[in-house]
């Protein structure tokens, strides 16, 4: 797959990355966490290659795509099913394998969220263009993340990039959270539960700076 498949569709979308097709090349960077190292090579030299011909921008928005993609199949699919089933009071929806699908989704997508943000800075702080990049995919990923209760959990994608932030850009981005909070007052309660909830990446979304 790696040789047959993947390398091939990476060189191809280099060829114009001004032009780049973001659920491509998304599809490509979703590799980078995968247990078998030579698609996870491939899908690491891409990301590298991206960042050299497009720059951090055109990186970060190709990983933005592939985290929310990511989101909307492995989490955001388990649990509007579960909620479905809830609010119809389906008694045959196994509720247990939706739950155990949604956890495991969300592990992944932090998972993958962890891999991504050591492309935009592996060690310290973000600077230039890549701190800029940075702080455009956290206002986006919170954008997305208030669209809908179904999106809150979306935060487990966004924590692993704070630690790029400079101080400024932190309080920035914690400002601009609060602000798109208080014009999504329905989401409240879901914010609260998922801050109540044992999930150190929304807490630390929604509680630091």
Do not use: I, W
Not at 10 to 17: E, K
Not at 181 to 201: K, M
């Amino acid at each position: 797959l790696a040789q047959t498949l993947l390398l091939p569709l990476s060189q191809a979308l280099l060829v114009d990355v001004a032009q780049l097709n973001k659920r491509q090349a998304a599809a490509v960077l979703r590799y980078l966490d995968d247990a078998h190292e030579p698609l996870a090579e491939v899908a690491r030299g891409f990301a590298r290659r991206l960042k050299d011909a497009g720059g951090a921008t055109r990186l970060a928005e190709a990983q933005l795509t592939c985290l929310k993609l990511l989101c909307a199949e492995r989490c955001v699919a388990p649990l509007s099913g579960r909620v479905a089933a809830e609010a119809g009071d389906d008694a045959a929806f196994d509720h247990a394998a939706a739950e155990a699908a949604e956890a495991d989704g969300y592990a992944a997508l932090q998972s993958l969220a962890r891999r991504m943000a050591l492309l935009v800075c592996a060690v310290g702080k973000a600077k230039g263009e890549a701190l800029a990049a940075a702080v455009a995919l956290l206002r986006a990923g919170v954008d997305f993340a208030l669209q809908s209760e179904l999106h809150v959990g979306f935060s487990a994608a966004l924590a692993p990039f704070l630690r790029v932030l400079g101080d400024a850009e932190a309080r920035a981005l914690r400002d601009y959270l609060l602000a798109a909070l208080a014009r999504q007052p329905a989401l409240g309660d879901r914010v609260e539960d998922e801050r109540a909830a044992p999930s150190a990446a929304f807490a630390q979304l929604f509680d630091f700076a």
